[in-house]
Structure formats: C-alpha cells, structure tokens
C-alpha cells in the first residue's frame, strides 16, 4: 500500500465517521464542528487529487465561510429562542435503508468501471483552467452565490440588531 493508499483510507475513515456524527449527534452545536470535520477532510481529497486550489476553496468559502454562517445562525437563533436548540433525527432507520441503497448503488456503479493502473498526470494547469471556467462559462451562477451569501448576511445582521 502506498503512502497516498493510506492517506487515502484515512481520510475516508474520518470523512465517514464525522458525516455520520454530523447526523446523529445531539447537539446542534457539536453538529455544525463535525462538519467542519468532514468539510476539511473532503479538502484532503482534493488534496489527494492534486487540485490544490479546490482544497483551498474547500477550506475559505466551506470550512471558514459556510460554517462560520451557520455557528452565527445558531447562536443568533438560540438568542432569539432564548434556550439551546437540540437536533431530533427523525426517520433514522428510513434514511439508514436509503443510504445504504444509494451506497451499494454507487458500489455497483464504480466496480463496472475499469480502473486504470496508474494515475495519468494533468495536461494543462488545473487552476488557470478552473478560473477561466468560474469567470466566463458559469459567471452567473459564481455572482449569484456572491449575492446569496451577502443576503444572508444582511438577514443575520438584521436579526442580531437590537430594538434599541
């Protein structure tokens, strides 16, 4: 086993198992960290794929935007409400059944795929490609993101202001 075999198997571990206390832990709180877990750990895949840049973006726009947000929104809310807010995971055995379908589904998929023996290397820059992709073909779903967030954040800051 090479040593991005196993760097490979350990990500997965952890990406697993984080997803997993994503959905079943408790606290809302806790949640939002164990998916900063899987989040981080979805960027050493990238990492393992060799695009850098994506791994970047997983950990600024997910890891440091996007839970960030959320951690906001739970401490906004709980202000609001004006007690801790606990997760309830209704229908577990439902969406275990589902997962394991959709994941023996993906398993089946992916063995009819010849694998090739050995990783072939990029052609062309990776990043350079993905920001002429980001700022020509899909430009407005880029800038309708940008306009998403800053609405989420002009409703977040609108609901933490006091009526003073």
Known sequence: MTLETGAFW????????????????????????YLAVAIVATGGVFLLLDAAFLFGVQLL???GGVVTIVVF?????????????????????????VSVAVFVGVLLFVGQAPLPAARRPLGADVTRALGELLLTRYVLAFELLAVLLVTALLGALYLARTDE
């Open 10 to 33: 350990g990500l997965a571990a952890v990406l697993l198992a984080s997803s997993l206390a994503v959905v079943l832990t408790r606290n809302l709180f806790h949640s939002v960290l």
């Open 61 to 63: 726009l997910y890891a």
């Open 73 to 97: 929104a739970i401490m906004l809310t709980e202000r609001l409400v004006g007690e801790g807010i606990g997760q309830t995971s209704r229908y577990l055995i439902n969406g275990a059944v």
